[in-house]
């Protein structure tokens, strides 16, 4: 079954940049979603179909697919930004299983 | 307003069978495309999906587990039925239910519920 892998952590001060990388074979075929948690919460997304960002995410979160990497990209980092990220594709074209990624601690420094 | 919740045993006991409800509103699953789907999150551990279920009553199951899942719908009640067989103890999770979009995204969740297998 197809698999997507993503650092366990990653740490950046804020107002820096942060990136977390999303890696599966030839991912750049399928739509990637993203998601935070935060501790004792429901995931939410905050980039789907690989680049686009729902109604109330700010523009610091942006998002690229290309390849075998995916990338989730948090631009002037804030305390609250501080959370575990999720990248989540399909298993095939007719979308038999999802997937989830391996998850990313964001830490801000 | 989309909004689901999910409902059943705090606690159960390795080999038996676990039953989660997911009660929603805002949507119904008659609607072409629409999804409900199943996810859980061991205890500090990442997410991991289980089952979807669609509109038109397609099923869909993750591969390691789909001999001991079944998920169902009643779109009368507004409800999706997960059922869960030979609990263990490494099945202790916070198990979620979530609406998939039609891009394939879960874009509401509910609250979650926390299972432990315990003898």
């Known amino acids: 079954s197809y698999v997507v892998t993503q650092p366990p952590s990653v740490s950046v001060a804020p107002g820096q940049t942060a990136r977390i990388t999303c890696e599966g074979n030839?991912?750049?075929?399928?739509?990637v979603h993203w998601y935070h948690q935060k501790p004792g919460q429901a995931p939410v997304v905050v980039v789907y179909d690989n680049s686009d960002r729902p109604s109330g995410i700010p523009e610091r979160f942006s998002g690229s697919n290309s390849g075998n990497t995916a990338t989730l990209t948090i631009s002037r980092v804030e305390a609250g930004d501080e959370a575990d990220y999720y990248c989540?594709?399909?298993?095939?074209?007719?979308?038999?299983?999802?997937?989830f990624g391996t998850g990313t601690k964001v830490t801000v420094l | 307003q989309i909004t689901l919740k999910e409902s059943g045993p705090a606690l159960v006991k390795p080999t038996q069978t676990l039953t989660l409800t997911c009660t929603f509103s805002g949507f119904s699953l008659t609607t072409f495309g629409v999804g409900v789907g199943w996810v859980r999150q061991p205890p500090g551990q990442a997410l991991e999906w289980l089952t979807l279920i669609y509109w038109n009553d397609e099923e869909r199951y993750r591969p390691s587990l789909k001999s001991r899942l079944t998920i169902t719908k009643d779109a009368s009640k507004n409800q999706v039925v997960l059922t869960m067989t030979s609990m263990d103890p490494v099945d202790t999770a916070t198990y979620y239910c979530?609406?998939?979009?039609?891009?394939?995204?879960?874009?509401?969740w509910g609250p979650g519920t926390l299972v432990t297998v315990s003898s």
């Open positions: 989540q594709v399909w298993d095939s074209i007719t979308d038999h299983w999802g997937v």
């Open positions: 030839n991912i750049g075929d399928r739509s």
């Open positions: 979530a609406h998939r979009h039609t891009n394939g995204m879960f874009d509401y």
